[in-house]
């Protein structure tokens, strides 16, 4: 079931399962940590595994108007606190990975490895920040109706059929969070820094994980800043949308596993 802390006086959702490194699991947009259930379980074989509720997600509340990206880290920042965690991997799909990149730029020193999973390091442009001012109006007339379109379309034409009863589970389990709390993470990203020459930085291993057939994320763009990091590594998905950890799940759950094997053991 999980245990909660609290953050800006809310409380915050998390599960800690297995033993050894700690890796992190964080979701992302309409998403909650139950989308990771079978990478926490295997993964928690070699390592202590810790899946978090972004605020307005999950069973993690509300705490303002925007929920920021540096807002959100400073949240993982007080799990991972609580918990004794001094190091770990962070791995991030989509709104996670901006999450996971504001968390890099003020505490670099905890990570040992990054996970960016259908998610990269530029802020919106102004295409990006009118996409989200539509998702804005239509969640404040149709949330439901919002849900169903969005993540139907984060998957691969040729997935959706095959993968019919999993989006299913996902728009059911979208169905519980609030408008409130979707505009609030739809506001943070739309404001969030970019983080492009932050890669260049960085003293860890960076996994970059990339569907060829992603609406959200261009697999252009992640080729380009694949090429930043002093330490990068890409795997290139064929015929994978926005949803790899589905659309791919053995091979993504074994590039994870083996990552943090090198990385963490």
Not at 73 to 94: D, F, I, N, T
Not at 109 to 130: N, P, R, T, Y
Not at 226 to 233: D, F, Q, R
Not at 248 to 264: K, N, P
């Amino acid at each position: 079931m999980g245990e909660f802390i609290h953050f800006n006086g809310q409380p915050l959702h998390y599960t800690d399962t297995g033993s050894g490194p700690a890796v992190i699991l964080l979701h992302g947009f309409t998403e909650s940590l139950l989308i990771w259930d079978d990478y926490a379980q295997l993964l928690s074989n070699n390592f202590r595994v810790i899946c978090i509720d972004m605020p307005g997600h999950g069973r993690s509340a509300n705490l303002s108007e925007v929920h920021s990206m540096d807002m959100m880290a400073e949240a993982v920042y007080a799990v991972l606190s609580k918990l004794g965690v001094l190091q770990c991997v962070m791995l991030g799909h989509s709104m996670g990975g901006y999450v996971a990149l504001s968390f890099a730029q003020t505490y670099s020193e905890m990570l040992k490895g990054l996970v960016l999973f259908h998610s990269q390091a530029e802020a919106d442009d102004e295409v990006a920040i009118a996409s989200r001012n539509r998702a804005v109006a239509l969640i404040k007339a149709d949330r439901m109706g919002f849900l169903r379109q969005f993540i139907t379309e984060l998957f691969a034409p040729d997935n959706r059929q095959r993968l019919g009863a999993q989006i299913e589970v996902l728009k059911n389990q979208a169905g519980s969070l609030s408008s409130k709390g979707l505009i609030a993470a739809l506001e943070g990203m739309k404001s969030r820094k970019c983080h492009k020459s932050l890669l260049g930085t960085f003293d860890f291993p960076v996994l970059f994980i990339a569907g060829k057939k992603d609406s959200r994320i261009p697999f252009e763009k992640v080729m380009e800043q694949a090429g930043l990091p002093k330490h990068s590594e890409l795997l290139a998905l064929n015929d994978v949308g926005h949803m790899g950890y589905l659309e791919a799940s053995e091979t993504v759950l074994e590039v994870i596993r083996d990552f943090c094997r090198r990385v963490l053991l």
